[in-house]
């Protein structure tokens, strides 16, 4: 919501993400498709996303949507709590030119 809010509502949600050869490498929960690389946004939870293995499940899979072309930010439920967080954080990965913030 707080990226709605801020004029930067996703294209899609639960977007699939694929490789160039046309493997299945995950399900984004947001995603701004409409610029030459893709941006997807993942939210995550405290409680499943803070054990080891979730973790390095989460690593992997960020690294495979990046060697994919596609740019990823992350959310937690602290910024989803803090008003103009999230917005700020997908407002500066769409920029174009990432100078300093």
Same mark, same amino acid.
């Given at each position: 919501m707080d990226?709605?809010?801020?004029g930067?509502?996703?294209?899609d949600?639960?977007?699939?993400?694929?490789?160039h050869?046309?493997?299945?490498l995950g399900?984004?929960?947001?995603?701004?498709k409409? *610029?030459?690389r893709?941006? $997807? %946004?993942?939210?995550d939870?405290?409680?499943?996303h803070?054990?080891p #293995? =979730?973790l390095?499940?989460?690593r992997? *899979?960020?690294?495979?949507f $990046? %060697?994919?072309?596609?740019g990823?930010?992350?959310f937690?439920?602290? #910024? =989803?709590?803090q008003?103009?967080?999230?917005?700020?954080?997908?407002r500066?990965?769409?920029?174009e030119?990432?100078?300093p913030?």
């Open positions: 990226c709605i809010d801020g930067l509502a996703p294209d949600l639960q977007w699939n993400v694929f490789d050869d046309g493997r299945h399900r984004a929960d947001m995603a701004w409409k *610029r030459r893709p941006l $997807v %946004g993942e939210a939870g405290a409680g499943p803070s054990l #293995d =979730a390095f499940k989460d992997r *899979r960020a690294n495979n $990046v %060697g994919a072309c596609v990823i930010v992350r937690t439920w602290r #910024d =989803a709590r008003i103009g967080c999230c917005a700020a954080i997908v500066y990965a769409l920029r030119d990432h100078g913030p």
